[in-house]
């Protein structure tokens, strides 16, 4: 079965600095999908930014990215010029590559935007 | 567009009671996930259905649990006899179709309180 791990329960940033959120997982399959998740505080969960496993460019949306390191089996989140509105539970997921989309997520990491 | 529509939002039940949560997932989407979190947890799956079809039911609890996802209608996660250690947010999503990108569109979930 597959596990994602995240370290780190809480996180804080400073407005408009750069923030790394951890992620490793645990998977013997080749093809899989990796997910980072928003949960604010309305609790709706937000697709931040999401990882093929077969794709070895890092995926890139705005001021997110990803450190995507398949052989160390780890998904970190980067998150640059941090603003108030990126305060949120921020969660890691998996999805293996076969059948359906079924996700697993981490324990995830609340982070904190100092203003 | 209208996303996924879970309701309600909130439901109050005492011990023994009857819990019904409703799911209509996004228009042209035919496959429903439902998902539990406990508090500060991440989300953990329960069951993935299809219209008139379960297909995987591994994350549900063997008792008092029971999902349907008929051809007309929202999805229903119901929930016999509910316990205090029922309380938490349940989250539905849905996606397009098997295999497809691998985003799942989550609700903003049912937050059930058990007295």
């Known amino acids: 079965a597959q596990t994602v791990t995240q370290s780190q329960p809480e996180m804080s940033v400073q407005e408009a600095e750069t923030v790394t959120l951890s992620c490793t997982y645990d998977t013997s399959e080749s093809d899989y999908y990796l997910f980072w998740y928003k949960q604010p505080p309305s609790r709706q969960m937000i697709l931040v930014i999401r990882q093929e496993a077969y794709k070895q460019q890092n995926a890139t949306e705005n001021r997110f990215s990803v450190n995507f390191q398949k052989a160390a089996k780890s998904f970190s989140l980067k998150i640059s010029d941090s603003q108030l509105g990126d305060a949120a539970m921020y969660f890691c997921?998996?999805?293996?590559?076969?059948?359906?989309?079924?996700?697993?997520f981490g324990t995830g990491t609340r982070l904190t935007i100092i203003p | 567009n209208a996303g996924v529509m879970q309701n309600p939002r909130h439901l109050v039940r005492r011990r023994g009671q009857e819990a019904r949560l409703r799911c209509s997932p996004m228009k042209g989407h035919s496959h429903v996930y439902w998902y539990r979190q406990l508090p500060e947890e991440g989300l953990k799956f329960m069951v993935y259905?299809?219209?008139?079809?379960?297909?995987?039911e591994s994350g549900m609890p063997k008792e008092r649990f029971s999902a349907e996802f008929p051809k007309e209608g929202p999805s229903i996660l119901r929930i016999q006899q509910v316990v205090r250690g029922d309380s938490a947010a349940y989250f539905c999503?849905?996606?397009?179709?098997?295999?497809?990108?691998?985003?799942?569109?989550f609700g903003e979930g049912s937050r059930l309180t058990v007295l």
């Open positions: 999503a849905s996606s397009r179709d098997r295999g497809s990108t691998g985003e799942l569109f």
């Open positions: 259905l299809q219209k008139e079809n379960i297909i995987d």
């Open positions: 997921a998996y999805r293996s590559g076969f059948g359906n989309e079924k996700l697993t």
